[in-house]
């Protein structure tokens, strides 16, 4: 007769404490480590030894929550899964106000897409470096914002009053467009909507 012992005897995480403590019969665990880790390795060792385990190892990881699924096959073929759910915590961050909404800004520019025209660069928030991209010819920046959701967006950065407003670029063949927000009408003007490629400005 085949095992059916699809359980783990050990869970752990190089160097990060998980919780709840390891136990066979829980399924699900959390552990929190620092932004600056993009790796981590997870150790699970079966119970029988003709069990076969997939999903440990040394795994990527990116900022915000990241689950992990340890699968424990027993010798009989009946699976069991383990979830890991990895919390890459910011220890120091950079919180800014954007209308109502709070966001942080994103200090990993492998989370972020540099726009068309743009260069990356880093700039000084604070005493914090970040990614950001710069346009020379337009005189702009762009940085990567984050909502409470982890959903991440791309802003325009004005220096002189430490102020961010999304980012918008429209595009056809041969032209790109920034859209910038107008403050005040230039004499001699009055304002007015323009439709450009299904966008209103």
Do not use: C, W
């Amino acid at each position: 007769s085949y095992s059916k012992d699809n359980n783990l005897k050990s869970l752990s995480v190089d160097g990060y404490e998980i919780t709840p403590a390891f136990d066979k019969n829980t399924l699900e665990y959390s552990v929190s480590v620092p932004e600056t880790i993009e790796k981590v390795n997870i150790k699970a060792i079966a119970n029988h030894a003709r069990a076969r385990v997939t999903g440990a190892g040394e795994i990527d990881i990116s900022e915000g929550a990241n689950k992990v699924e340890i699968v424990v096959t027993a010798e009989n073929g009946s699976i069991k899964t383990y979830i890991l759910n990895i919390d890459v915590k910011d220890l120091n961050p950079i919180e800014v106000q954007v209308g109502d909404k709070k966001l942080t800004i994103v200090k990993k520019d492998t989370l972020l897409t540099e726009p068309i025209g743009f260069t990356k660069t880093t700039i000084k928030i604070g005493d914090i470096e970040v990614p950001a991209y710069k346009n020379e010819r337009a005189n702009l920046v762009v940085v990567g914002l984050k909502d409470e959701a982890g959903k991440i967006g791309m802003y325009l950065y004005d220096e002189s009053d430490e102020s961010y407003t999304p980012y918008n670029e429209i595009k056809n063949s041969s032209l790109i467009l920034f859209p910038i927000k107008i403050e005040s009408v230039p004499d001699g003007f009055k304002e007015t909507d323009l439709e450009i490629n299904g966008e209103t400005l």
